[in-house]
């Protein structure tokens, strides 16, 4: 696991205070405003975390979520957003996002949430790996 965590909001503020939040993580901390970066990052490395906002320069971050999900589907994506409408974010959910919460949330949360997610899928991967040395 590359515990490689992106950001991607067209808020450079909101990027720096998530970055700081997480930089207690212990994981690689990449981040963007711009969809078409986030796309180049996405097909180079693999991403075990992704936070997007819903409003991105380049296209939206809904598209994108739904686009990394259809690519990687062991990424988790967190999607963020300052308004939501609850139609657009059950079919979020239903189409793999793993959770979307208000941009309002405090940024040390948002890193919990992150931190909680690195470690539950790590152990998944450690699990899984077991099983298959057991089943040799």
Not at 22 to 47: M, S, Y
Not at 110 to 117: D, M, Q
């Amino acid at each position: 696991m590359s515990n490689l965590v992106l950001i991607v909001d067209a808020n450079k503020s909101a990027r720096s205070q998530l970055k700081t939040s997480l930089a207690t993580c212990k994981a690689q901390i990449r981040d963007t405003g711009d969809v078409d970066a986030a796309r180049a990052i996405l097909a180079a490395e693999p991403v075990d975390v992704l936070l997007v906002d819903f409003v991105t320069h380049g296209g939206n971050g809904w598209s994108l979520a739904i686009e990394s999900i259809q690519r990687q589907e062991d990424l988790i994506v967190f999607a963020m957003s300052h308004q939501m409408d609850l139609k657009l974010g059950r079919e979020m959910l239903r189409r793999g996002v793993h959770e979307i919460f208000f941009k309002t949330m405090s940024r040390e949360a948002i890193a919990r949430k992150v931190v909680a997610a690195l470690r539950k899928k790590a152990a998944l991967q450690k699990k899984a790996a077991l099983q298959e040395k057991a089943s040799d």
